[in-house]
């Protein structure tokens, strides 16, 4: 076979050869490894499958007392998924019930923004009224002065030149001067008699409590608004061992409450001034609205009949 195919010629040998392997030998290295990449997945999903056939084995357990009793008390369940269902239902009516919850908190603070907004609005009102009736102050002020300058100008007289009507006005004012001087000394006068002959406040009567130098020492501190009185202890209490505290034990304290309550609460004290004709003394603190004299009026005024008030700066 001088012209026939050599099987042994290594050039020959060497066609199709990769990487030293010939295209069969890669083929079958191939499907090896596609092979065991198949085995471990399988493996893998082989375990996956166990561990869910576990937990719903427990899911089962668990669910099978509740099941029970749910039939026990006569509610149709015919599986684990219908009871699911229903579990599944409950939770989603759950969390329709939060978010009901809270768009109602959302509300109520929208609510409370709304009435903030209008407070404000209410106030900007009543700043605009104090300015208008500010205005109208300025206003009639205003034509007093030119009244008062047009009397000023008639006082002085028309006849002769303008620096002798100046000295004869400062003339009369002079005079005035010295006399409203006689008149305010004459007043101060009067006050000092009358408080010596009626006493503080004009009850006539003295304080209870007094200190060595003459001075007013007072038992309590009231707080004025428009809705009541807050009743406070004067901080340090003076004489905390004096038996009249127990007297006003029956007064409630750091609380709104009606002024008639306070009056009530504080009658044995009331009726032991006016056994011993003097009055006791209170602090009062004005907190009432600016609008609401009125109120501060009758409140002072109740106050007056059964103590000695004094009002001091917030």
Request: net charge negative; proline share 5%.
């Amino acid at each position: 076979m001088g012209s026939g195919f050599r099987l042994a010629d290594p050039r020959e040998y060497r066609r199709g050869v990769v990487l030293g392997l010939t295209l069969a030998e890669i083929l079958l290295l191939l499907v090896f490894l596609l092979l065991l990449s198949l085995g471990a997945l399988l493996a893998r999903r082989n375990q996956e499958v166990g561990l869910l056939e576990q937990n719903l084995s427990r899911y089962e357990s668990v669910l099978a007392p509740v099941m029970l009793r749910m039939r026990e008390e006569g509610h149709d369940i015919k599986g684990g998924e219908e009871l699911v269902a229903r579990l599944e239902r409950a939770a989603e009516a759950d969390r329709l019930a939060k978010e009901l919850d809270e768009t109602k908190s959302a509300l109520a603070e929208a609510h409370g923004a709304t009435e903030r907004v209008e407070q404000t609005v209410a106030d900007l009102r009543s700043q605009v009224a104090n300015l208008q009736s500010r205005q109208e102050a300025i206003a009639t002020k205003l034509a007093e002065d030119d009244a008062m300058s047009a009397m000023l100008e008639n006082a002085a007289g028309t006849s002769g030149s303008a620096p002798e009507r100046l000295q004869n006005l400062l003339d009369r004012a002079a005079k005035q001067a010295s006399a409203d001087l006689d008149l305010t000394g004459q007043n101060a006068q009067m006050r000092q008699e009358l408080a010596r002959l009626k006493g503080n406040g004009g009850s006539g009567l003295p304080y209870c409590w007094t200190t060595p130098e003459g001075h007013p020492i007072y038992i309590l501190r009231i707080n004025l608004f428009d809705e009541g009185v807050i009743v406070r202890d004067v901080e340090p209490r003076p004489r905390p061992d004096d038996p009249m505290w127990q007297l006003l034990g029956n007064v409630p304290r750091e609380t709104t409450i009606p002024v008639t309550t306070l009056l009530s609460a504080a009658a044995p004290l009331r009726a032991q001034a006016s056994a011993a004709k003097c009055r006791y003394g209170v602090l009062a603190v004005d907190d009432t609205a600016r609008t609401n004299k009125p109120g501060y009026k009758s409140l002072m005024g109740q106050l007056w009949s059964a103590f000695m008030v004094h009002e001091v700066p917030r």
